[in-house]
């Protein structure tokens, strides 16, 4: 059974859009949550992370995290070309030796111009 | 800005072959990884390295080991390699467990 499961898989969106993407974790373990971004031939890269229930504004993202359903989304504001990407969510325990993160499949956003 | 480096970018080899890819961080991080990405880009992980404690994913099979000179090195050896090998292997690091991960761009293994 997957552990973090991210919707929709796939999502198109025009430039100066929002994108609204999806994760939830079915594990209760699970506290501590990030959004990675993987460009075609890259690795991911890890656009930000959340440990608290609310918001967290970075720049034309913000994540929303609510503990209590396991629930975190992510919102791209004035979407652009170059935010078309493999989005994934990650989610792992507190700190200690089991804490490794554990990644969902993926959504592909486009951002058609 | 690249930290983490991987070597080679690309690999072509025939079924039963050893390979070995090699990863390098400049982060200073304690905790080094290896990720599976498979054609479908899921991610997995294969193994973690932290203060020479290797932690291995159990579905991983034995021909793969890691190795370690240091805590800035992880490369990954494929003992003869099958068909299924076939992906994209990511090394990545961080400060510590429950950790933002860097990742290297990758190796793409093929496997004829």
């Known amino acids: 059974q997957q552990k973090v499961q991210q919707s929709p898989e796939s999502l198109s969106v025009p430039e100066g859009g929002m994108a609204s993407l999806n994760c939830t974790s079915s594990d209760r373990n699970f506290q501590y949550f990030w959004w990675y971004r993987q460009h075609s031939g890259e690795g991911p890269k890890a656009l930000m992370?959340?440990?608290?229930?609310g918001d967290k504004k970075e720049g034309r993202f913000t994540a929303h995290l609510n503990k209590a359903s396991l629930h975190v989304s992510l919102h791209i504001r004035d979407s652009q070309p170059s935010d078309s990407a493999l989005y994934f969510c990650?989610?792992?325990?507190?700190?200690?030796?089991?804490?490794?993160?554990?990644f969902g499949k993926g959504t592909k956003l486009s951002v058609k111009s | 800005e690249t930290a983490v480096f991987q070597t080679p970018n690309y690999h072509v080899t025939q079924v039963g072959n050893e390979v070995s890819f090699n990863c390098k961080q400049t982060l200073g991080h304690d905790t080094m990884y290896w990720y599976k990405q498979d054609s479908k880009k899921l991610l997995k992980i294969m193994f973690s390295y932290n203060n020479k404690q290797l932690i291995v994913n159990e579905t991983v099979p034995r021909r793969f080991s890691p190795q370690s000179s240091d805590k800035a090195h992880l490369n990954l050896r494929i003992k003869s390699v099958e068909p299924e090998d076939s992906a994209v292997y990511l090394c990545?690091?961080?400060?510590?467990?429950?950790?933002?991960?860097?990742f290297g761009s990758g190796t793409r293994l093929t496997v004829l």
């Open positions: 990650a989610a792992s325990e507190p700190r200690g030796s089991n804490a490794k993160l554990t």
């Open positions: 990545a690091s961080s400060s510590g467990t429950a950790e933002t991960l860097y």
């Open positions: 992370s959340i440990f608290s229930d």
